[in-house]
């Protein structure tokens, strides 16, 4: 029988723990805060900010919205990030993508804090995730992934897991995080060769390859574990996952569903994100 790994279930955990970190802060006079930053005013970002400052505010997290023309010049919009690097009062600090090619440049991620860097941009926060530093912060999805196996006691030590994707939002962080815990990890690309292959012999699968519908039953061993990352909106407007989930969900052991799964997961982790570098920033 196929277990659904629904996002909301495991958030709500989250939100438990989150709420008693939230709690000993204020007895000690300190409020979370956040720096919600965007450059321009494409609307998929502002409304991405709105949900976000929204749910932030529900859980007592305070979210301070920095909104830069699109036309900022690199240098300003830098200085900019220092500024925010050097407010006492905001312990974390979310940069809405994508951003005007002038400035996604690659060098924003090192401007970053690392010590404020709660979505993991910053090189310095990858390099911790590699050395099994839990000081640092992973990207949010990333670690959202992590949270599903963990909640549901998914033994990872020794077991194969392929993930297919490599970018640094997603494939890399999330396979140093699975080879931290002792797994056999394959990453697997565009220019993997014989991909459902490959993916056959994982026990936990990992799609984050941003193609609608892409891993298909022949791509899953029995019994496996899948965590579908996809978000793609199909042509009829429907929100679908990167796993073909009718076909791919009665080989499983256990699968997230998309929309309800990781999504859910990463707001949750955003939010605990903060909490820790508050706490950190503090001496906690």
Known sequence: MTTLMKGKEIAGHLRLEIEKDIEFLTSKGIKCAM???RVGERPDAVSYEKATMKWLDKLGIACEAFTYPENISKTDFFA???KINNMPNIHGMLLFRPMP?????GEVEYIISPEKDIDGMNPVNFGKICGSDDTG??????????EILKYHNI?????????????????RPVSMMLLNENATVTICHSRTKDLAAVCREADILVAAIGKAGFVTADFIK?????????????DEGKVVGDVDFDGVS???SYITPVPGGVGSVTNAVLARHIVKAA???NGF
């Open 250 to 252: 009665p080989k499983c």
């Open 137 to 146: 912060y992973a990207p949010c999805t990333a670690k959202a992934v992590m």
């Open 222 to 234: 029995e019994g496996a574990v899948v965590v579908d990352v996809g978000i793609n909106v199909t």
């Open 35 to 37: 720096a919600a930053i």
């Open 101 to 105: 090619k002038e400035l996604d440049t």
């Open 80 to 82: 900019e990030i220092e």
């Open 155 to 171: 033994d990872l030590s020794g077991k194969k897991a392929v993930v297919i994707g490599r970018s640094m939002v997603i494939g």
């Open 279 to 281: 706490k950190q920033l």
